[in-house]
């Protein structure tokens, strides 16, 4: 079955960089869109990146510029480099399989990152 596991949320001060990773295992990876997306207190699931197959990369207009995402085929793994980060970027980050509404796909447990001084 379709695992995702998210790994490398921190508490990290304002300004500063991270990366998260996202190892995929159950399906064929390197054909699929994959997601990344977040949740903030109080808040719903919002979109960040998508990367597709062919490595076409889209951004949320709020982390356009900041963030990064990428995949290894070899590693069933898909990353987010997140930099400059701001308060407003505290969240937990998901990520997700496929295309469709980011509540009716597969997702993973979540990694938090908390940007805090």
């Known amino acids: 079955q379709v695992q995702l596991v998210e790994s490398g949320g921190v508490l990290v001060q304002p300004g500063g960089s991270l990366r998260l990773s996202c190892k995929a295992s159950?399906?064929?990876?390197?054909?699929?869109?994959m997601k990344w997306a977040r949740q903030s207190p109080g808040k719903g699931l919002e979109w960040v990146s998508t990367?597709?197959?062919?490595?076409?990369?889209y951004y949320a207009d709020s982390v356009a510029g900041r963030f990064t995402i990428s995949r290894d085929n070899s590693k069933k793994t898909i990353y987010l480099q997140l930099d400059r980060l701001a308060t407003s970027d505290t969240a937990v980050y998901y990520c997700?399989?496929?295309?469709?509404?980011?509540?009716?796909?597969?997702r993973g447990q979540g990694t938090q990152v908390t940007v805090s001084s």
């Open positions: 997700l399989k496929g295309a469709g509404p980011l509540d009716s796909i597969p």
């Open positions: 159950g399906f064929t990876f390197s054909d699929v869109q």
């Open positions: 990367i597709l197959g062919d490595r076409r990369t």
